[in-house]
T-cell receptor
Framework: GAVVSQHPSWVICKSGTSVKIECRSL??????MFWYRQFPKQSLMLMAT?????????EQGVEKDKFLINHASLTLSTLTVTSAHPEDSSFYIC???????????FGDGTRLSIL | AQSVTQLDSQVPVFEEAPVELRCNYS??????LFWYVQYPNQGLQLLLK??????LVKGINGFEAEFNKSQTSFHLRKPSVHISDTAEYFC?????????????FGQGTRLTINP
């Protein structure tokens, strides 16, 4: 069964709205979670590494003020797309692993459509 | 820098035929290697992993892959495919950078099974 749950699975909203996406590890504690973005017919691009109890580490070129990440507990990380615009429309996927040398388990993704 | 190259963007195969999806990586350090499968509008599901030990690894759904260090390859194979294997397949290498494990993905290979 799924070990990482992501919610919501689909969001459609107006330009200028802020959208929050949740990522939960279901049966293990994850000190680190990851957020990816995927454009149609493309691979996954790592946006940031979410660290429990500390600031997220963003990849080069990712706006930290646009994509706010909060990892408030060992089982929950959230990604907030602030003041979203049509160019933020994409498929966002989170992942977590049980330990540093263990495979990452992925959520089912969130399709974000900004009108 | 670590990188992953999937040599084929699309692979059409007839049902019950064998298939090989190619993956080459470049890394100056020891790596962990993974194959993930992605069905439409879903996250990624782990097919198999190579961490150490035997170079031939078996995964779910009848897939296997062989780690070849000299050729820096990790090709995915299945002796007889089914319609349900139609999906996007991603090869990934895991590296530790700055104390954090990160996944670097290939571009993906779309496997299409024709009846």
């Amino acid at each position: 069964g799924a070990v990482v749950s992501q919610h919501p699975s689909w969001v459609i909203c107006k330009s200028g709205t802020s959208v929050k996406i949740e990522c939960r590890s279901l049966d293990f504690q994850a000190t680190t979670m990851f957020w990816y973005r995927q454009f149609p017919k493309q691979s996954l691009m790592l946006m940031a590494t979410s660290n429990e109890g500390s600031k997220a580490t963003y990849e080069q070129g990712v706006e930290k003020d646009k994509f706010l990440i909060n990892h408030a507990s060992l089982t929950l990380s959230t990604l907030t797309v602030t003041s979203a615009h049509p160019e933020d429309s994409s498929f966002y996927i989170c992942s977590a692993n049980r330990g540093r040398d263990q495979p990452q388990h992925f959520g089912d993704g969130t399709r974000l459509s900004i009108l | 820098a670590q990188s992953v190259t999937q040599l084929d963007s699309q692979v059409p195969v007839f049902e019950e035929a064998p298939v090989e999806l190619r993956c080459n990586y470049s890394s100056s350090v020891s790596v962990y290697l993974f194959w993930y499968v992605q069905y439409p509008n879903q996250g990624l599901q782990l097919l198999l992993k190579y961490l150490s030990g035997s170079t031939l690894v078996k995964g779910i759904n009848g897939f296997e892959a062989e780690f070849n260090k000299s050729q820096t390859s990790f090709h995915l194979r299945k002796p007889s495919v089914h319609i349900s294997d139609t999906a996007e397949y991603f090869c990934a290498v895991s590296v530790v950078l700055g104390g954090a494990q990160k996944l670097v993905f290939g571009q993906g290979t779309r496997l299409t099974i024709n009846p």
